[in-house]
């Protein structure tokens, strides 16, 4: 709203407060506003994505074998933890890998090789849900 007589980047508040705005000045936020966007705030500290290796496509086969259950392996996010474990923060604790719907995985770095960690995590992105019913132990992840 342009008023006669204020600068033409002035507006008018349906309180008539009078705000005056800049271009310039919202812009040099947006930066901020984009990056404060992408960042989880449930992601582990230090999280970065990774690429898997080769391995974890036959895992994910066996494991979809074990549980009678498909899914799409290239759907999920991959990202490792610096350390052998780490805080977890969906609950107290320490953690060597974590799933998080829809469909991301977080793996302690010094898991990453451990098929039993990985099978476990892709099981959970399989059955769509972070509890651990039975096949988990019939599957023995």
Known sequence: MVVLGLHPRALVCGDGVL?????????????????????????????????????????????ERCAGLWGDFDRVEWYQVPGSSYSCPAYEGRCDGWWRAP???YMAQGQRYD???AEHEMLHDLLQRGDHPPVFQACGV
């Open 103 to 105: 469909h991301t995985i």
């Open 115 to 117: 098929r039993q960690v």
């Open 19 to 63: 705000l005056k705005t800049s271009m310039p000045g919202r812009l040099r936020w947006l930066p901020v506003v984009l990056l404060l966007g992408c960042l989880d705030a449930f992601a582990p500290a230090g999280a970065m994505p990774f690429t898997p290796h080769a391995v974890y496509r036959v895992w994910w086969t066996e494991i």
